[in-house]
Structures are given as structure tokens and as C-alpha cells.
């Protein structure tokens, strides 16, 4: 069936490294693909998106790549920051089917 | 704030209760929709509306059932509830139902079923 999942379910970095936060998803039709992120007490927020003509896209220090040949999608920050620890969840669109399918998320966890 | 509030944010409740809980978005948005999120399991899409009428019902048991009065007010009524109802329940608004890869999220509700 559809699904949408997560590499690794906790990464820890060092303040000021780069972290790569991975997905993969097993819809093909899947056009859009979305990163949000979910900081304790509060619910996901969009941080970037990605159309699935397109490789990469980048935004204010993070970067979203898509691989459609293996299905994987994934998400960059640069020089993380402790404000970036939160769960970050990937989800996937079909546009004919207008709804989101979402990952089970990666706890990001920063050390200064 | 991203301009969906949902209230109460914390909620304990007996199997045998009647609770609610509202969502209430300040975007102007005509879809609204309901999710569950379990500990380590992706959100789950519960229901969504669309100018107030009811377009997905993803297979969601009775004990919850949705109500949307306008396209700026979505409850969810809960009764005799299990305890792996215990979740967090997290509304959104989207502009439109074209617009469902643009989701604001609400808070959400932590519920404890006891």
C-alpha cells in the first residue's frame, strides 16, 4: 500500500554541523512532497516543498532533494541550530487524489 | 500562531464521557481538516471538509463524530471512547481543497482516555 516512511527515527547533531533527515515514499504517482516540522506542543509547520519535475529545491538554510529513480526525498539544514531540535515529518501528494500521506518523523535533537 | 486555535489543548476523559473538542481557524480558509497522531505512527487523516460539507471520512469508528457549523469552526464530539483513542488530535485549515498541499496546523489537543 501507500506509504511513507523515515530512515531513522532520532538524529543527533552538534550546533553549527549540517544535518541530512531522509524519506522514503513508495507512491510513484506522487507528484508534491512537503517537509514539516513539529517543535514540542505545537503541530507540524511547513518548512519547504518540492514538485516532483523538479530535483532540488532550496529555501532559507534548509534544501530538499528528490530522487524519484529510488523513491527518497530529503531534507538539509545547514549549520543547524538548537532551535531546529523538533520532529520532522516528510508527506506526499497525488494531486488526483488531494490528500497528504505523511511519514512517521525524525526527532532531530541538537547539542550546543 | 498559525492562525488555527484549538481548545482545550489537554483532555482526560473516562470511557463513558461525552467530550469535544473545537477548532477554530482565523485564515479565511474554506477546508478544514481532522488528524491523529500516535505515538510513533504517521498522522492519520480523519476527516476533512470543504465549505462545510463533509468530503472524506477516512474510515473513522462512530465513537467520533465530526461537525463543521461554517468554514471557520470544526468539532470533533467524542463518546464512549477506547483507550487507544489516546492520541493527539490535530486540526488544519487549507485555503481551498486545491490548496491541500497548503496545510496550517493547529496545536492540537492532547487526549488521555482513561
Known amino acids: 500500500g501507500e506509504s511513507v516512511g523515515l530512515h531513522l527515527p532520532t538524529l543527533s547533531v552538534q550546533e553549527g554541523d549540517n544535518s541530512i533527515i531522509n524519506c522514503a515514499y513508495s507512491?510513484?504517482?506522487?507528484?508534491?512532497f512537503i517537509w514539516y516540522k513539529q517543535e514540542s506542543g505545537k503541530g507540524p509547520q511547513f518548512i519547504i516543498d518540492?514538485?516532483?519535475?523538479?530535483d532540488k529545491r532550496q529555501g532559507q538554510r534548509v534544501t530538499v532533494l528528490l530522487n524519484k529513480t529510488v523513491k527518497h526525498l530529503s531534507l538539509q539544514i545547514a549549520a543547524t541550530q538548537p532551535g531546529d531540535s523538533a520532529v520532522y515529518f516528510c508527506?506526499?501528494?497525488?494531486?488526483?487524489?488531494?490528500?497528504?500521506?505523511f511519514g512517521t518523523g525524525t526527532r532531530l535533537l541538537v547539542s550546543p | 500562531e498559525t492562525g488555527v486555535t484549538q481548545t482545550p489543548r489537554h483532555l482526560v476523559m473516562g470511557m463513558t464521557n461525552k467530550k469535544s473538542l473545537k477548532c477554530e481557524q482565523h485564515?479565511?480558509?474554506?477546508?478544514m481538516y481532522w488528524y491523529k497522531q500516535s505515538a510513533k505512527k504517521p498522522l492519520e487523516l480523519m476527516f476533512v471538509?470543504?465549505?462545510?460539507?463533509?468530503?472524506e471520512n477516512n474510515s473513522v469508528p462512530s465513537r467520533f463524530s465530526p461537525e463543521c457549523p461554517n468554514s471557520s469552526h470544526l468539532f470533533l464530539h467524542l463518546h464512549t471512547l477506547q483507550p487507544e483513542d489516546s492520541a493527539l488530535y490535530l486540526c488544519?485549515?487549507?485555503?481551498?481543497?486545491?490548496?491541500?498541499?497548503?496545510?496550517?496546523f493547529g496545536p492540537g489537543t492532547r487526549l488521555t482516555v482513561t
Open positions: 488544519a485549515s487549507s485555503q481551498d481543497p486545491g490548496t491541500v498541499y497548503e496545510q496550517y
Open positions: 507512491n510513484s504517482a506522487s507528484d508534491y
Open positions: 518540492i514538485r516532483s519535475n523538479m
Open positions: 508527506a506526499d501528494l497525488n494531486t488526483g487524489f488531494q490528500k497528504l500521506v
Open positions: 485564515l479565511g480558509h474554506n477546508a
Open positions: 471538509y470543504n465549505f462545510k460539507e463533509q468530503t
